[in-house]
C-alpha cells in the first residue's frame, strides 16, 4: 500500500512536507509514498546523468575512489536518492573522486575520467559530503581545490535538427568563462555545443554549430550569481531555426545569429561536463547535480524545468 492524498493534497502536488523536500521522503505515518521516476515521464534522452534515480531500471549513480584508491559503486537509497550512506562508508573521515558517472538513459554513454587528479569531487578532504550551498543538494564539485576537473566520453549528442540540455547546477564564479557541458573542437566543421557561462557579462549561454559553418547562440537576459542553484533548459533547433535558454522558471533570452538552412553539427565527438572537451580551456567553477540530454525525442521544456524543480525546490 502507498500513499495517494496528504491532506487532501495529492502526493504528486507536494514538494515539500515539514520543510523536508518530498523527494526525500520513503514513508509517511509508516506508508509508503508513491515512486515516480522522472524519466518514465520524459522518455529517451541521449544520455543522463544525476545523483538521483531518474529511472526505475537505473542501478548506479556513480564511481567512487576513496583514499585509498579503491573505487566503488555508489547507487541510490530507497527515496532514489544517493545512497550516502554507502558512500560516506566507503570513503571513512577522507575524499571520495567521482571516477565515472553513470549514463541512466540506457544507452550506455557514461561520463568517466582516468586520471585520478582530475576527478571531481563528491566527498572533502574530511569526509564530508559535497552539495550545494541553498538547498544542500548533493553535487559534484568540478574545481575543488582550484584544480581542474572533469568527466568525458565520445558520442552523438543530436539528431541534427534539435538538442535540448538541462543541468542542475551552482557556480562559485560568474565572472569567468566556463563550461557545464561542452562538445567542442578547434574545427568550425566538427564543433557541436556549449552550454557555458560568459564571464564578460554574467549570464549564461546555449551555443550549436550549423552545418553551414554559422553559429547559433542563445544568452540569457539577467546574470546569473554565485552560490545560487540553477535549473538550466538549454535549445538549439534547426525546424525551425531558432535557439532559447531558460533558467529557474526564467524564460526571456536573446538569439544571436541562427541560420537560415542547413542542420545542427552532430559528429561523434568527445563531450565533457566541467570544460571544453578539446583543450581544456574554460574550466567549470562549480557544481553539477544532474545533466540530460535529449534530441529526437523531445519533452516540453517547461514542464521539464517544472518537474525537476518540484523534486529540488530550487525557485
Known amino acids: 500500500m502507498s500513499i495517494n492524498k496528504l491532506s487532501g493534497i495529492s502526493w504528486t502536488s507536494i514538494s515539500k512536507v515539514d520543510g523536508v523536500t518530498a523527494s526525500g521522503i520513503s514513508k509517511v505515518a509508516g506508508v509508503d509514498v508513491p515512486v515516480d521516476y522522472f524519466l518514465d515521464t520524459y522518455s529517451s534522452p541521449v544520455a543522463a546523468y544525476s545523483l538521483r534515480k531518474l529511472s526505475s531500471s537505473a542501478t548506479t549513480a556513480i564511481t567512487v575512489e576513496n583514499s585509498s584508491g579503491t573505487t566503488l559503486d555508489i547507487g541510490f537509497d ?140 542563445s544568452d540569457t537576459n539577467t546574470t546569473i550569481s554565485v552560490n545560487d542553484e540553477y535549473i538550466i533548459n538549454a535549445y538549439a533547433s534547426a525546424t525551425p531555426y531558432e535557439g532559447d535558454i531558460d533558467f529557474n522558471g526564467e524564460t526571456a533570452d536573446t538569439d544571436t545569429g541562427y541560420p537560415s538552412s542547413g542542420t545542427i553539427n552532430n559528429g561523434s565527438l568527445k563531450a565533457a561536463i566541467g570544460r571544453r572537451s578539446d583543450n581544456g580551456n574554460a574550466q567549470l567553477q562549480g557544481l553539477v547535480a544532474e545533466l540530460i540530454i535529449w534530441s529526437a525525442t523531445m519533452p516540453t521544456r517547461a514542464n521539464v524545468m517544472t518537474d525537476i524543480n518540484t523534486h529540488y525546490s530550487i525557485f
Not at 153 to 170: G, K, Y
Not at 189 to 195: E, I
Request: glycine share 6%.
Open 78 to 217: 530507497s527515496s532514489g536518492n544517493l545512497d550516502t550512506s554507502a558512500l560516506t562508508t566507503h570513503c571513512g573521515s577522507n575524499y571520495g573522486r567521482v571516477s565515472k558517472w553513470w549514463d541512466q538513459s540506457g544507452n550506455n554513454r557514461h561520463m568517466e575520467q582516468s586520471t585520478a587528479a582530475s576527478r571531481p569531487y563528491i566527498v572533502d578532504n574530511s569526509g564530508n559530503v559535497l552539495t550545494t550551498t541553498d538547498n544542500s543538494i548533493t553535487a559534484l564539485n568540478f574545481y575543488f581545490q582550484s584544480t581542474a576537473r572533469w568527466l568525458e566520453d565520445t558520442f552523438v549528442s543530436n539528431n541534427a535538427d534539435e538538442i535540448l540540455i538541462s543541468a542542475v547546477a551552482e557556480f562559485k564564479s560568474v565572472t569567468t568563462a566556463q563550461q557545464v557541458f561542452s562538445q567542442w573542437s578547434s574545427s568550425t566543421s566538427t564543433q557541436v555545443t556549449q552550454l557555458s557561462v560568459l564571464g564578460a557579462s554574467s549570464k549564461l549561454r546555449m551555443s550549436a554549430r550549423y552545418s553551414g559553418g554559422q553559429l547559433g547562440r
